[in-house]
């Protein structure tokens, strides 16, 4: 890797990386797509356009959802009162468009928000080929005890789901030992555990609790400790808060060789540094999508984080090869998901 390149990455800010990404990469390129108004320049015509299986429209979406609220709050308690009073939309329609216009060939479906039978019956299922579900039981009321969760995930497996999606784990306290009926039927069927790691204001937008990026890690690798022959996948590597969370998610990740990591709203100094690490076998690309505009809560600077481009451009910006991008947006994914070429 070239090291000149690896310390414009640490000094630049993204805003300054991406521009200078578009000025070497893109001179003398393909015209770009007109600028929509409301979206950063980088949205339309950033480096992610360049990337070879953007091109060649064979990225795997590891990490999304379709169902979300149908209108948005400015506010972290109002975000959090619309979740509560449940008027959520199914998306699938955008998120295929959002697809068709980022290379993204299939998209993993992580049950959010509403429960896995309503995501299985979801609009999706009108293009079959394009989306593959993830298992999850968060969504049941009343709670299942871990033996039942054990086999109503078992069922959706049956099903077809290929892992257990972002928090379709039951709750198992402080206690990971617990989880053992889970993690036979995980191991039975051999799929990966996807676990959300790090702050974003979705999180924390229908309560008032808050956790330090520390905790999350620690309770991370206890899991990974208890349970070694499980393919654990830390999702957003900690987030967009690269100096602390990310950091703290690496360290989990260079400790337990059946974790991996993925990208989404990740930045490009941690990707790096994943891929040094771990090696590019071991991270996988996801976006967190959730729905088709940015958000209008939470940090300013940070509401763009759960778009396809956004995602994407952190690959291409990235210190890595070609080779390890193609690693990360596709073939690892079709190998953990057990998905033909």
């Not at 091109?55 to 975000?79: N, P, Y």
């Not at 709750?171 to 555990?193: C, H, M, Q, R």
């Not at 969370?245 to 991996?260: I, K, P, Q, S």
Request: aromatic fraction near 10%; charge should be neutral.
């Amino acid at each position: 890797m070239k090291t000149s390149r690896r310390e414009f990455l640490m000094a630049a800010g993204m805003a300054g990386a991406i521009a200078a990404a578009w000025q070497q990469n893109f001179q003398g390129a393909a015209a770009s797509p007109q600028q929509e108004p409301s979206l950063p320049p980088e949205a339309t015509q950033g480096p992610w356009r360049n990337l070879r299986a953007v091109r060649e429209k064979k990225v795997i979406d590891f990490h999304c959802h379709i169902w979300e609220t149908a209108t948005q709050s400015e506010s972290r308690l109002g975000t959090g009162l619309l979740h509560e009073e449940g008027h959520m939309v199914d998306f699938s329609e955008q998120m295929l468009a959002s697809m068709d216009k980022h290379g993204i060939a299939v998209a993993a479906l992580s049950p959010v928000f509403v429960g896995y039978e309503r995501y299985f019956n979801s609009k999706w299922k009108q293009t079959p080929k394009r989306f593959v579900m993830m298992a999850g039981v968060q969504e049941i009321e009343p709670r299942p005890s871990i033996p039942q969760a054990a086999e109503i995930l078992r069922k959706q497996f049956q099903q077809g789901a290929r892992g257990i999606g972002e928090g379709g784990l039951p709750g198992y306290g402080d206690d990971p030992k617990s989880l053992k009926p889970v993690i036979d039927v995980v191991k039975e069927f051999d799929v990966p555990v996807l676990n959300h790691t790090g702050w974003s204001a979705l999180q924390t937008s229908g309560n008032l609790n808050y956790s330090a990026a520390w905790r999350g890690a620690e309770r991370f690798g206890i899991l990974a400790a208890h349970y070694p022959d499980v393919k654990l996948v830390i999702g957003h590597i900690g987030g967009r808060f690269d100096f602390l969370d990310g950091y703290e998610m690496l360290r989990v990740a260079f400790t337990f060789d059946n974790v991996l990591v993925e990208t989404s709203k990740s930045t490009p100094r941690i990707i790096t540094e994943a891929v040094r690490g771990l090696g590019a076998e071991r991270v996988i690309f996801g976006s967190d999508w959730n729905r088709p505009e940015v958000k209008a809560y939470g940090p300013k600077h940070f509401r763009d984080v759960y778009q396809h481009w956004y995602n994407l451009n952190q690959i291409a910006l990235a210190d890595i090869t070609e080779d390890e991008r193609d690693m990360i947006l596709y073939k690892n994914a079709q190998r953990l998901l057990k998905m033909s070429n």
